[in-house]
C-alpha cells in the first residue's frame, strides 16, 4: 500500500482542549477519502495539520514518506492544494487573477507565466464554471461564485493531494455536482488523492472511496465506504438512528435519519446532514 499522508499518534490541543487526541491513521493515495463527524470534532483542526497551517503537538505526520516540515513552502505547494470553506480577499484581483494564483509554485523567481500555465488556467476555469467571469473582481462575487473560484485555484495547481475543506457548502447542488466530479475523475484517471471534509453523510457516500469517521478528536471507525458506513457507526458517532441502504438511482450507499418528534411525520426523511 502507497500512502499520501501516514499520521502516527498525532495530538493537538487549543488551550486546554485536546481536539485531536492521538490519531494514527494511513491515508492511501490514489484515493478520495471522506472525512465525517459532528461539529467540533476535529475534522478541520487535522485538515490544518495536513496543510502545516498547524504544528501537531504530539506524533508526526509524513506526505510521501519525508515528514511534513521538511518541506520547503514551495515545494509542499506542488504537493497539496486546498480548497477552504471561507475564502477572502479584500483586494480586486480578477478571477483569471486568482486562478492563475495557483501556477505560483511552478513559476520562476523572476518569470511569469507561461503559455502552458495560461492553458492550465484557461482549462480549470472551463471546467469549474467559471470562465464567462474571467475579467470581474473577486469581490464582487457572491459566494457559491467565489466558491467556484478558489476550486478552480486549487485545480490549476495541479498537485497529487487535494484537500476540501467543506468546499461545496456555499453551491447549489448542480455545482457541487460537477465539482465533486471533477475531483473524483482526478482521483481515477489520474491516481491522485482527495480528503473532503463533509457534513453531508450522503455526498460523502456518494463520492468516497473511503470514510473517515471523528469523535471527540479520534478516529472512531475508518475504511472502505461500503464496510464503515453502517447504523451502527452512525449510532455511535453522531448519536442518531438511521437506515443505511445502497440505492440503485445513486449507485451507492445512501442513508435515511428517523424523525422522532415532528408532527404529521411518516417517521422518516431522506436529508443526509447528521
Keep these: 500500500m502507497t500512502t499520501a499522508f501516514e499520521l502516527e499518534h498525532l495530538a493537538f490541543a487549543f488551550a486546554a482542549k485536546r481536539v485531536i487526541d492521538d490519531v494514527t491513521l494511513p491515508l492511501e493515495q490514489g484515493r478520495f477519502h471522506g472525512l465525517v463527524g459532528p461539529n467540533g470534532c476535529g475534522k478541520t483542526t487535522l485538515v490544518d495539520l495536513l496543510c502545516r497551517y498547524r504544528v501537531p503537538q504530539g506524533g508526526a505526520i ?3 514518506g519525508m515528514a511534513l516540515g521538511s518541506y520547503s513552502k514551495k515545494r509542499l505547494a506542488r504537493e497539496i492544494a486546498l480548497v477552504p470553506q471561507n475564502f477572502y480577499i479584500n483586494f480586486p484581483f480578477t478571477v483569471r487573477d486568482v486562478v492563475m494564483m495557483g501556477r505560483y509554485p511552478y513559476l520562476p ?42 476550486f478552480a485555484r486549487a485545480l490549476a495547481q495541479d498537485t497529487p493531494v487535494l484537500i476540501l475543506d467543506e468546499a461545496t457548502s456555499n453551491l447549489d447542488i448542480g455545482h457541487v455536482m460537477r465539482l465533486l466530479a ?13 480528503v473532503g471534509v463533509f457534513q453531508d ?39 442518531v438512528d438511521a437506515k443505511v441502504y445502497r440505492d440503485d438511482y445513486a449507485d451507492a450507499l445512501q442513508v435515511v435519519f428517523r424523525n422522532e418528534g415532528a408532527e404529521g411525520s411518516s417517521g422518516r426523511r431522506g436529508a443526509g446532514n447528521a
Aim: aromatic share 6%; net charge positive; proline share 1%.
Design 182 to 194: 471533477l475531483a473524483a475523475q482526478r482521483v481515477r484517471r489520474e491516481g491522485k488523492t482527495v
Design 109 to 150: 523567481r523572476f518569470g511569469g507565466p507561461s503559455r502552458r500555465d495560461a492553458e492550465i488556467v484557461a482549462t480549470v476555469m472551463e471546467e469549474a464554471d467559471v470562465a464567462d467571469m474571467a475579467h470581474r473582481f473577486i469581490t464582487e462575487l457572491s459566494g457559491g461564485e467565489r466558491q467556484r473560484v478558489v
Design 62 to 64: 509524513r506526505c510521501n
Design 201 to 239: 453523510i450522503n455526498q460523502a457516500a456518494a463520492w468516497c472511496d473511503h470514510l473517515i469517521f471523528m469523535s471527540r478528536g479520534k478516529i472512531a471507525a475508518h475504511g472502505k465506504a461500503r464496510e464503515v458506513l453502517t447504523s451502527a457507526t452512525l449510532r455511535s458517532v453522531f448519536g
